[in-house]
């Protein structure tokens, strides 16, 4: 008696699980439909509109995003990398990606693939070979951006190893010849971690003070005595 009960609520609980799992799957394939079309859709500079659906993707629509990013049209390659920024830790799959983007013809591509980088936390050290030629990008606030990221990965560098790759004078040279002023000017306080005797290091010092932005060669004026004063230099 007792099994012909558990068989009678098994019979009747069969069409509710038949219909959750249908429901279930139906969501699924929605999904996954709905999010290529919104992708198509979407426009970079609504926002607003965008951040329903971004609240709703993952590391699954990843490979996705990848793909568009191999897109002819730069428009689609920007949209592409301008989600995986929003996915933020999720997208570090596609950083290979990425990083081939800062190289990309566009100049928006190449923008939002710094700042889509920023966004997902990259700190490879590994990467800096690759960041360091970007500096000379035409685009100044590219090469403002690749400079700020650089920082960031040198400092979180720092406090993981004792051989910071910030000591290496090669690598401060080459903010020294960044196109964009801003990023020059963050190799001051790079070159006061050098060794002062080191007569590139004064060179670098004269180069600053004899840069072609005024502002440059103001503000290292000021930053030098400050230093010298403080007899950090």
């Known amino acids: 008696m007792k099994q012909k009960s558990i068989l009678i609520i098994l019979l009747l609980c069969l ?31 609504e926002r607003s509109q965008n951040l329903s659906v971004l609240s ?17 049209r730069p428009s689609q390659r920007v949209k592409a990398i301008w989600v995986l920024g929003e996915l933020k830790a ?14 990309d013809d566009d100049a928006g591509v190449r923008a939002n693939a710094i700042q889509a980088l920023a966004k997902i936390g990259v700190s490879d050290q590994g990467l800096i070979p690759v960041l360091l030629p970007r500096l000379n990008d035409p685009d100044l606030g590219m090469s403002g951006s690749v400079a700020d990221l650089l920082t960031r990965i040198e400092e979180e560098c720092r406090t993981q190893s004792a051989g910071a790759f910030s000591n290496r004078f090669e690598y401060v040279a080459a903010f020294l010849q960044a196109s964009s002023p801003r990023a ?3 190799s001051l306080p790079k070159l006061t971690k050098l060794s002062q005797e080191d007569v590139r290091v004064s060179g670098a010092y004269d180069q600053l003070l004899n840069d072609s932005n005024g502002w440059v060669r103001e503000q290292t004026r000021v930053y030098l005595s400050k230093q010298r004063a403080a007899g950090s230099i």
């Open 56 to 72: 709703k993707l993952g590391e699954a629509d990843v490979p996705m995003l990848r793909e568009a990013m191999l897109s002819s």
């Open 15 to 45: 069409p509710v699980v038949v219909l959750v799992t249908a429901v279930i799957n139906r969501s699924a394939a929605a999904r996954r439909q709905t999010i290529p079309v919104w992708f198509e859709q979407m426009k970079v500079m």
């Open 90 to 103: 999720a997208a570090r799959p596609a950083v290979p990606e990425m990083v081939q983007a800062l190289y």
């Open 184 to 186: 020059r000017l963050m």
